[in-house]
């Protein structure tokens, strides 16, 4: 039997999650529930939508809610809040954040009796991985990640939500000087600012004050307030021809050291080209759910995050296939 999936909203990421479904043999997608009127949302899939306020009736028919909310002002709630119903997993990233969320919903899913997972994508997610493999490796060393050029889904949701912004794009570029002298080996010390730049395109509504919303996009902590953030106003047929992609990436190094003192040098580096943000990280969320439900079948509870999770859980193939062709 299938694991039966159900996605909470149906932005682009969860348009990622329904086509990476497609791909699996065991898991389905069998409904999509969002806020909006069911009616008026049209799907790839031919499975129900329906409404958010119904969602309490499919308790018993979703093995695992994939929570594709926006991790500003939805995934605070909703993920704690639906873990009472369902085994759930989300995509939280603000990194500055994940404790708190953790403690939340650990105590929703344990009260339930389900398993949540929290921060599944590639930063956090694969490159959370990354840095621990690290770290576990090369012990005296320091971790450096960088993101981009590319578009950050989570910053771009946050731009849209500020008053006068009818449409944005975000994006992450990586300061060259510090990202060659990382790969160079030379450990620098590197603040915030240093090694990252931030770019915002906005379509504002008519009338909306433009000055008011870059303060806003510039002050915003924990998002733009640590970076050096230029903001453009563009016309909505620019902005269209232009920023239409969602492509992203990015680097995870380790530069560490070994022998009796310190006199070989290394450098681990992970990278990411990703051609579409949502559907690259609609695929994570998608192995990950697979996971949760098995957990959840072994009678676990509470939440989880990519730390957890062996690579077995994840796969499709038995462990036998893996010894065979991934070992």
Known sequence: MKTRVGILGYGNL??????????TTDMELTAVFTR?????????????????????AWKDRIDVM?????????????????????NVIDSFDTHTDIPAH????DTAARESGHI?????????????????????????????????????????????RIPGVKNAKQYTIPVDAALEAVRNGEMPELTTREKHTREVFVVAEPDADHSAIETAIK????????YDTTVHFIDEETFLRDHSGMAHGGFVFRSGVTGAEDEHRHIMEFSLKIDSNPEFTGSVLTAYARAAFRLAKMGQSGCRTVFDIAPALLLEMDEAEMRAHLL
């Open 102 to 105: 953790f403690e939340a919903v």
């Open 116 to 160: 949540a997972m929290i921060s599944v994508g590639w930063d956090p997610g694969l490159f959370s991985l990354m840095r621990a493999y690290a770290a576990a490796v090369l012990p005296d060393g320091k971790d450096y990640t960088f993101w981009g050029k590319g578009v950050s889904q989570g910053h771009s949701d946050a731009v849209r």
């Open 36 to 56: 909006r009127d069911p009616s008026s949302l049209k799907i790839a899939s031919d499975v129900p939508v329906v409404s958010v306020s119904e969602v309490e």
């Open 14 to 23: 969860a348009k990622g999650v329904e086509l990476a479904l497609r791909r």
């Open 219 to 226: 002050e915003m902590p924990k998002y733009f307030s640590d």
């Open 66 to 86: 994939i929570l594709c909310g926006g991790s500003a002002t939805d995934l605070p709630k909703q993920t704690p809040y639906f873990a009472r119903f369902f």
